[in-house]
């Protein structure tokens, strides 16, 4: 009695072990995770904590896998296997910073991005932190894009007209919860824009087959 229940229960054991190797080694079950990296330099943490914000709002979309890195961890592979990218810097004279900079250089220098422009149909979006309200935020999403752009990523905005920002300084007492809501609202539109771009490009695919 007990060795046929002991079968019976290790028979059921045995399928379940079988069925969810099978569905994780799958290409199947690989379509069916969006994975967004969310790239950040934060110096006095502000644009760390709206890099955080983003990833809580990415996270909010079923299925979808985040990796939050300072830009200068990222490697290539992680760079190049990701659905999405949001890229976060503080404004340092008007502009992005030096590292966020170095990191886009760094796509060619040391990744490799052209001529097969790896990152093409990628979806990317910035977001930023600044000590003024006008002291150079849209500039330096905006260059942020334009270096997405150039090298044929699918770039979207959310939480504000270019991006997602935050004043730190001034008559700020710093992040407030409305920007941090912003950031939210970037993190969540951009993982449902990356599932819309993957699953059209795996309908494609099986179309084409």
Known sequence: MKIRFFSKRFGVWLIYFVFFSLVCVSPVFAEQIVN???????????????AQAVVRGAESVPGTRVRMERV??????????????????????????????TFFDNWQFKFGVWPEFKMRNKIGAAFTTGG??????????????????????????????FGASATTEGQSSGIDQDELAD???LGKRVAEIAWTVKRGLVNQSNDSK
């Open 36 to 50: 967004v990296l969310v790239a950040y330099h934060s110096a006095s943490g502000n644009t760390e904590k709206m």
């Open 72 to 101: 200068g961890k990222v490697t290539a592979n992680l760079l190049f296997s990701s659905d999405a990218l949001i890229v976060g810097s503080p404004v340092y004279w008007a502009n992005m910073a030096g590292e966020v900079k």
């Open 132 to 161: 003024q309200v006008s002291g150079g935020k849209e500039v330096t999403m905006l260059t942020i894009l334009a270096a997405m752009l150039g090298n044929q990523m699918i770039v979207v905005s959310g939480g504000g007209v």
């Open 183 to 185: 950031a939210r609202a």
